[in-house]
Nanobody
Framework: QVLLVESGGGLVQAGGSLRLSCAAS????????MGWFRQVPGKEREFVAG????????YYADSVKGRFTISRDNGKNMVYLQMNSLKPGDTAVYYC?????????WGQGTQVTVSS
């Protein structure tokens, strides 16, 4: 079992920045990638970004390319999502997942609200 715990959400004005963190614990040796999804009430969860924990390769949804950056610190079992130039449309609950394709593990989510 892998436990994922997010932190760093909050309220920010449009154009601002936030950094989300995800701490992984448990059987972390069993996962090879992690990522972030987000969900708006009434809509399906959508992929935001993913990273290979060994390769460091990164993948982004078109809607966040050039604004968001995913990174990892394998020594600390941490994954981060740096979000810049935030827009009201980025408002959602953000979930840390592992792996980022067909996620098996989900965090509890952290709310990000971008005001106009």
């Amino acid at each position: 079992q892998v436990l994922l715990v997010e932190s760093g959400g909050g309220l920010v004005q449009a154009g601002g920045s936030l950094r989300l963190s995800c701490a992984a614990s448990g059987r972390t040796f069993s996962i090879y990638s992690m990522g972030w999804f987000r969900q708006v009430p009434g809509k399906e969860r959508e992929f935001v970004a993913g990273i290979g924990l060994i390769t460091g390769n990164t993948y982004y949804a078109d809607s966040v390319k050039g604004r968001f950056t995913i990174s990892r610190d394998n020594g600390k079992n941490m994954v981060y999502l740096q979000m810049n130039s935030l827009k009201p449309g980025d408002t959602a609950v953000y979930y840390c997942v592992a792996p980022y394709r067909n996620p098996e593990y989900w965090g509890q989510g952290t709310q990000v609200t971008v005001s106009s």
